[in-house]
């Protein structure tokens, strides 16, 4: 029997494969999803409604009364506070940071990069106890505040002190998606508004921010949600003077072992996590549809 | 006979089927099992500190003798009672050494079993406060609380809590509700200040005058030890324990029993109720009330014996002084664990309201 011309037998294989049903790629979700539904959504579901010693209605009614204890909304607006002004800081101090590394020529962008994000390699709490040495009454800023005749400051355990201490931590977190949306832009654009005579503020106002919007509000939205939820910088730079939910929910569980009443305060993090995320979604469709 | 449609579906199935049992059989074989009946093994539930000194003077030793495996569960007294309280139907852990209010409310909730002295000979030759009054676990060490402060910063060694209520003028901290000398120092100002360690509302009263001016409240000993020896504070209510390491390195830091309102806290064993080795347990409980194991615990991580044939080292003699061979003959008492766990939820919101400010 005469074997069949390989062309013939490349065109039998090609219409095998047409005839195979192709998996969907929705199949390739399933791991992650799985993952996601056992290991993320089941246990944080669990956690939040059905406390040991509580039910929904226990945490219901938790919940209603911490967003009216008149003690604990200053906690509540506190946290929003810090989680905001991180927000706007690591915005500010990350952007032109990011601008720079995506505009430098050659290798640069990578050497920068890297140590942009070499705070992230080292422990937090080693980052933050740098802070308690700078920050202290025997600290850095107070001795030359002393030697400068202005007498000794302490801005340790200060709302101030968690803000910094927030900033330096999600402040490459910033930088890093700022850079991804600014590295995809094509350069001429800016130069092509320069040339059609924008000045150099509007051409920012106008193209380059627009087009870095996505990257912007990713970063915004990491970085409050990393505020709201951060633990060890606030405890460390705060205390129990300037409680944040974080800290007041650590107080919850492990003073008075109340984890209702913790998975209340767990509750209102997480919605103000996805508030910001919401908020977040909502300006980038607004700006998608004005650029 | 008609043929399928898709003549090769049947192997990806089967191998889909494949990589499904595969993934399966390896997600369940790194799985343990449920602990049933398991006299060969021994989980103790610890501090999450010093655990290497601990294997080596504590757990090491047990195995050599008994052939049981001791594997450590380490962790905070309220993450690990909140691990038994979710386990108490089918526990894995057979002993727990907490802190004696935590053993309090771990008692209330029903997860630790009262021993029998017949099963921990031992307890006939500790220092009689160290038996439980309801039979319960014993305690094998205790701190006692007073006043830490720099020598070299204040004029005189402090001797009353009066010296912390004058406000020291290098500055001071106060322990959190959160902490181990929280609530103790509730019962100590209660006792100063008020009609006795059972008065409350007289010691929130008293921290109440001093809480604004404080620097910080602390939630760890190291926090602590951390603003004392970079010189930020002069003076704070703290546990002996916290001041035996900075002692024992030259810094110029002291530890001064206040002359009223002595309280201490005890660090207890609990054998928990339904434990895979509760016989393991028991030897367990027994095998750290040993002198030789209690003076091995003191060298090692600080731990006061509680055993009437160990001694306290000389640093600890140095440190505490008299009370650190016999507290209750130098006034220390260990308060009202039953007041304090009850009113733990109601202390930490006054603590917040009325302190922490």
């Known amino acids: ?207 380059v921010f627009p087009l870095a919007l996505p990257g912007v509000l990713v970063g915004c939205t990491l970085v409050f949600a990393g505020a709201v939820t951060a633990f060890t910088t606030p405890q460390l730079l705060g205390g129990p003077r300037e409680r944040l939910l974080s800290t007041l929910l650590y107080s919850r569980v492990n003073v008075s072992l109340d984890w209702p009443s913790a998975s209340a305060i767990a509750l209102v993090m997480t919605v103000l996590v996805l508030v910001a995320s919401a908020l977040s979604n909502r300006l980038g469709k607004i700006g998608s549809t004005t650029s | 006979m008609s043929r399928p449609a898709h003549p090769r579906p049947r192997p990806r199935r089967l191998t889909a089927a494949l990589a499904g049992a595969l993934a399966l059989t390896a997600v369940t074989a790194s799985c343990a099992p449920v602990r049933g009946d398991d006299p060969d093994t021994l989980v103790v539930s610890t501090f999450a500190f010093a655990t290497e000194e601990f294997t080596q003077v504590v757990a090491e030793p047990f195995e050599a003798e008994t052939g049981i495996e001791v594997v450590l569960d380490t962790g905070t007294n309220a993450g690990r009672l909140t691990k038994l309280r979710i386990n108490a139907q089918t526990p894995d852990t057979d002993v727990v050494l907490i802190s004696d209010y935590y053993a309090q409310i771990g008692k209330d909730m029903g997860l630790f079993s009262p021993v029998d002295r017949e099963d921990v000979p031992n307890l006939d030759a500790v220092q009689p406060w160290a038996v439980d009054p309801d039979g319960y676990g014993p305690a094998y060490t205790f701190q006692l609380l007073g006043l830490l402060y720099r020598t070299d910063l204040v004029e005189e060694a402090p001797d009353s809590w009066d010296d912390l209520w004058a406000k020291p003028e290098d500055g001071y901290v106060l322990p959190d509700i959160s902490v181990s000398a929280g609530p103790m120092f509730v019962l100590a100002a209660g006792e100063h200040f008020g009609s006795g360690p059972s008065d409350p509302d007289a010691g929130f009263d008293a921290m109440a005058g001093i809480g604004p001016d404080a620097l910080q409240f602390y939630t760890g000993s190291t926090e602590l030890t951390s603003l004392l020896e970079r010189g930020e504070i002069a003076m704070a209510p703290g546990l002996d324990n916290f001041a035996m390491g900075s002692v024992e390195a030259d810094q ?68 505490s002084r008299d009370a650190a061979s016999d507290p209750i003959a130098n006034g220390y008492h260990q308060g009202d664990l039953e007041l304090i766990a009850d009113e733990r939820s109601a202390w930490l919101d006054r603590f917040t309201e009325e302190v922490a400010r």
């Not at chain 1, 005839?19 to 999803?33: I, S």
């Not at chain 1, 039910?55 to 200053?74: C, K, N």
């Not at chain 1, 330096?168 to 977190?173: A, E, K, N, S």
Request: net charge neutral.
């Open chain 1, 1 to 207: 029997m005469p074997s069949p011309s390989p062309t013939a037998e490349a065109a039998r294989v090609a219409s095998r494969r047409r005839l195979l049903p192709r998996p969907p790629v929705t199949v390739l979700l399933v791991p992650g999803l799985a993952v996601m539904l056992f290991a993320f959504c089941y246990p944080v579901v669990t956690t939040l409604a059905w406390p040991p010693d509580g039910d929904p209605a226990t945490v219901a009614r938790e919940t209603g009364s911490l967003l009216t204890d008149p003690y604990l909304l200053p906690v509540i607006a506190r946290t929003v506070r810090v989680s905001v002004l991180t927000t706007a800081l690591c915005l500010a101090m990350g952007f032109p940071v990011a601008y720079l590394i995506s505009r430098a020529p050659g290798a640069w962008p990578g050497r920068l990069l890297a140590l942009a994000i070499f705070p992230l390699l080292l422990n937090t709490v080693v980052r933050t106890y740098g802070w308690i040495v700078v920050l202290g009454g025997n600290g850095l800023i107070s001795k030359v505040s002393e030697a400068l005749g202005l007498g000794r400051v302490q801005l340790l355990y200060t709302e101030t002190a968690i803000v910094l201490g927030l900033v330096q931590l999600f402040l490459p977190l910033m930088i890093l998606s700022t850079y991804s949306s600014l590295s995809q832009q094509d350069h001429r654009l800016e130069d092509a508004a320069r040339g059609l005579g924008a000045s150099p503020g509007r051409a920012f106002r106008d193209v």
């Open chain 2, 252 to 319: 110029p830091i002291g530890f001064a029993v206040p002359d009223q309102g002595r309280v201490m806290t005890a660090n207890t064993v609990q054998v928990v109720d339904g434990a895979p080795n509760p016989a393991g347990a028991l030897a367990f409980a027994d095998f750290l009330l040993r002198p030789e194991i209690q003076e091995g615990m003191a060298e090692a991580l600080y731990d006061k014996p509680v055993a009437l044939g160990a001694d306290p080292t000389p640093l600890m003699e140095q440190v």
